[in-house]
């Protein structure tokens, strides 16, 4: 195994990839935006807390610290020409909000073809590095039944998972208990 | 779609699911001990910055508190068995420190088998929820060469994927640019 000590940022740091990108939507007066981003984590169960990285430089920055809230959506690997295109493209420059959704019970844009998705409320906000990490409270969900298991999993073969750098893939047909 | 809104703990909350789980490795004196940890995220390319959430009912909590410097290791999918025995026993019962490790630049104990791994050392702690998130700075990476892609990315099918629950799976070995 080769090893480096680093300082500064890495060559590369996509170790603990591939991950599921969640689709971050939100209004703003008629505005609504959607951007994926895959530094996404669970933070408690209870309360359940999902967290969000964004950089400062992404226009949904801005939009999440006004509006407050926000919903995450979870796709399938089939639809991911439109969510490399929603990362891709920068909502300032390019109007997002035609892509087709749904306003959840809070108001908040949920783009279509999630199979599970949630509205989420901005707790706090935290600045690490070059990245702030939202912290939203989950106050509704949203279920596509027969996409998900009994345990409210997409089952194996459905979710997208992301690379990096533009690189797509999905997991394999298979689970398994080791 | 069915929807509900929600208080207090979700049903389920595996809707962002599967993840590759961050492998934690901490050494306190001559204590060594492992912990997979799903909750896991990027959180800052410059300086690298890498997240994982630990219950303070973890034994691992603890010790990543006092020792400050800890590992994060990724693990082919053959090694799901592995995995989910560190998950399932706490290093309160069991002393996991015989499990193959070797030790990093800065003494922290990395789980063999490893196609990459990070050195951390803890910048913070932020309590959300009943988790705790360890921020920790990568000074070290460890790379399994044949095993990574040019970008630092394990190879698509290579990976293990966490569903919960002691589900698990591994990527499709297609990865695709939309």
């Known amino acids: 195994m080769r090893s480096h000590r680093t300082q500064g940022p890495l060559p590369t740091f996509y170790h603990f ?4 990108p969640a689709v971050v939507g939100v209004r703003l007066g008629e505005r ?8 996404n984590t669970g933070l408690s169960a209870d309360p359940p807390l999902f967290g969000v990285a964004l950089s400062p430089k992404r226009f949904t920055h801005g939009l999440l610290l006004e509006a407050r809230r926000y919903s995450a959506s979870f796709h399938p690997h089939t639809q991911a020409p439109l969510v490399q ?3 891709s493209v920068s909502g300032r420059e390019v109007y997002k909000g035609k892509t087709p959704h749904f306003l959840g019970h809070t108001g908040v844009p949920i783009l279509e073809g999630a199979y599970a998705a949630y509205e989420l409320e901005l707790l706090a906000v935290h600045s690490f590095g070059d990245h702030d990490l939202f912290v939203g409270r989950v106050v509704a969900v949203w279920e596509e039944e027969g996409l998900l298991d009994e345990a409210g999993r997409p ?3 459905l979710a997208l998972l992301y690379y990096g750098r533009g690189l ?6 298979e689970a398994f208990r080791p």
Not at 17 to 20: D, E, F, L, R, S
Not at 32 to 39: E, G, K, L, R, S
């Open 32 to 39: 609504v935006n959607f951007c994926p981003a895959v530094w």
């Open 17 to 20: 990839y591939p991950g599921v």
């Open 168 to 173: 797509y893939g999905r997991p394999a047909e």
């Open 85 to 87: 295109h929603l990362g």
């Open 155 to 157: 089952r194996p073969g």
